[in-house]
């Protein structure tokens, strides 16, 4: 996979109430949570804990810009 369809892969999952973060890092190939963090962040300019939450959540500016 590239990286590109290794993150569209991980919002996805994320968006499933039962995935931890750590899983959803592990099923889409990263060795490290923290790894995953930082390529997450480097593509939506926002953690995966933070997309999860604002995706759940009312409108936001992050919300919108991560869409």
Do not use: K, M, N
Not at 44 to 60: A, K, M, N, Q, V
């Amino acid at each position: 996979f590239t990286l590109r369809t290794r993150i569209d892969r991980a919002r996805h999952l994320l968006l499933e109430r039962d995935a931890t973060v750590r899983g959803v890092a592990f099923d889409c190939g990263f060795q490290d949570p923290a790894t995953f963090t930082r390529a997450f962040r480097r593509f939506g300019g926002i953690t995966p804990s933070e997309y999860r939450l604002h995706s759940f959540g009312g409108d936001s500016p992050v919300r919108r810009a991560v869409v």
